[in-house]
């Protein structure tokens, strides 16, 4: 059911859902009517990158420089975003 | 505050999510048990005149969002009774968005004026859950005892043109199962971005009136199919949420995600509760902030939030149970309320040796006679006989006061 993520795709955060930092949690959150989820740290850097604004590519580029020892991150970038889309959590912005 | 930035930390993996550590994460205000609706099908508890006095000053309230915050409580409902029967909802709601929670307002709608809204969206609050009961004028009415239903379809309105999301929650009874496709189809037609179909559960006033609320099986599967339907077709637009009635399940619910795991619930009068109907467990003393009782001790150290924490206190069948895990047993309350031992299995269980009692509670509601007896409405009147020990009848199928 989800279509691919492209790398000229801007995301932002769904309407109505709230994404935060929880010093409880040492950990980012989504909130959302009826629930919420707590973000591992990379999902967390990558949701927060979703400003509605920078495309996937520029997301990728920004956490690559970031985070410079982390292998695979291209691919795991594209998982989280996959998951989030299908879950509802963020909607494309724009379409290019 | 984050670790972001220019250290060379290795990023995490990013495919998932993870587990939430046990924390109160959900306060429930229950603000008042003072409510302009007469619901039938209505948990709080029959005796709840007895709690309508002392209802904690906006100050208290204020502190309790204070320490719930810090310790880690993240989701908040402000819910009643009707909560808009106070008027300093609005102060609250403000005290709420400066410490950062998601609040939500749980509410008839009885009370929400387009002064009120602005002053909500000022003070930062997320949400407004309204409750709907059916497409139809006389059955909205009946219901709720009430003359509400084109007011709610207003409220609805002014919810939208406010910018908030539509979550519209639907408590499913006989008199409205049978309508659910037209019910969707209205939630819909209202712009509804999150709909809850809440099949009722039997506590309080709804257990009192069980013969007369529950809906058959037949009418549940249809139920459930018409939902499934109907999501199908709107898609993401409108998010569904289906509560399955335990009665009809072959295990019980884990009630409240397990006791102190997650819920904490302040009730008007101050006294701090793990669930909403928790008074009704025998022998049992619930920490009172009036009284001086921190939050942080309530949840961490008191006897009645560490009494079922966990499996601890587990017997059999449960304790050898290899899905005990999965539901921790049901809800105490229940099995308390039905079967007078607070320790055994939910009834609900076909393992339980008292899930007679729950098949017993279906055939009544097939029972015409029993199903055509009067409705006891929740209203200050029949709480205050309650209260009083009238209506013995009925209460006495039941191990204390429903």
Redesign the interface.
């Known amino acids: 059911m989800s279509d691919k993520i492209r790398s000229e795709d801007v995301f932002g955060l769904a309407r109505f859902y709230r994404f935060q930092w929880e010093e409880a949690q040492n950990g980012y959150v989504l909130l959302f009517p009826e629930g919420m989820v707590k973000l591992n740290g990379g999902a967390g850097e990558v949701v927060k990158r979703l400003d509605g604004a920078k495309t996937v590519g520029q997301i990728v580029d920004e956490l690559k420089q970031a985070f410079p020892d982390a292998l695979e991150i291209e691919n795991d970038i594209y998982a989280m975003l996959e998951l989030a889309h299908d879950k509802y959590w963020i909607e494309r912005k724009t379409n290019a | 505050?984050?670790?972001?930035?220019?250290n060379?930390?290795?990023?995490?993996?990013?495919?998932?999510?993870?587990?939430?550590?046990p924390?109160p994460?959900w306060l429930l205000a229950e603000v008042t048990y003072r409510c302009p609706l007469h619901c039938a099908f209505c948990y709080n508890p029959t005796d709840y005149v007895e709690h309508t006095q002392n209802e904690l000053s906006t100050e208290q309230w204020i502190s309790v969002l204070r320490e719930a915050r810090k310790?880690?409580a993240?989701?908040l409902g402000i819910s009643g009774g009707e909560p808009l029967l106070r008027d300093d909802i609005e102060e609250i709601v403000a005290e709420a968005g400066r410490l950062?929670y998601?609040s939500?307002l749980i509410t008839s709608g009885v009370g929400l004026t387009e002064k009120r809204l602005a002053e909500f969206k000022r003070g930062g609050l997320?949400?407004i859950?309204l409750s709907m009961h059916d497409i139809t004028k006389e059955i909205n009415n009946f219901i709720t005892d009430t003359n509400t239903f084109d007011l709610k379809k207003k409220v609805a309105g002014m919810i939208k043109d406010y910018g908030y999301?539509m979550?519209l929650n639907v408590v499913i009874h006989r008199y409205n199962i049978e309508h659910l496709g037209e019910i969707l189809e209205m939630a819909d037609a209202i712009g509804a971005?999150?709909v809850?179909l809440a099949n009722t559960q039997y506590y309080g006033w709804s257990l009192l009136n069980r013969s007369q609320l529950m809906p058959t099986r037949e009418q549940l599967v249809k139920a459930e199919a018409v939902t499934n339907e109907f999501r199908a077709r709107v898609g993401?637009r409108m998010?569904i949420?289906f509560v399955v009635p335990d009665y009809y399940a072959d295990r019980p619910k884990k009630c409240m995600n397990g006791w102190g795991e997650v819920f904490m619930i302040v009730t008007a009068d101050g006294t701090v509760l793990p669930c909403h109907s928790a008074r009704s467990l025998p022998n049992m003393e619930f920490p009172n902030i009036r009284n001086g009782a921190s939050l942080e001790w309530t949840w961490n150290e008191s006897p009645a939030f560490t009494k079922y924490r966990g499996d601890d206190w587990m017997k059999e069948p449960c304790r050898s149970c290899p899905e005990k895990e999965k539901d921790l047993g049901g809800c105490r309350c229940q099995t308390f309320l039905l079967t007078g031992d607070a320790e055994g299995a939910d009834p609900v269980c076909s393992l339980s040796p008292h899930h007679d009692i729950i098949l017993q509670a279906i055939e009544d509601a097939k029972n015409p006679l029993l199903a055509s007896q009067p409705i006891l409405f929740r209203n200050d009147k029949n709480s205050k006989l309650i209260a009083e020990g009238a209506l013995k009848e009925l209460v006495a199928p039941f191990h204390s006061l429903p």
């Open positions: 505050m984050t670790n972001t930035g220019s060379a930390k290795p990023m995490p993996s990013a495919d998932a999510t993870v587990k939430l550590i924390k994460f310790m880690g993240l989701q950062g998601y939500n997320d949400h859950q999301p979550v971005d999150y809850e993401s998010k949420y």
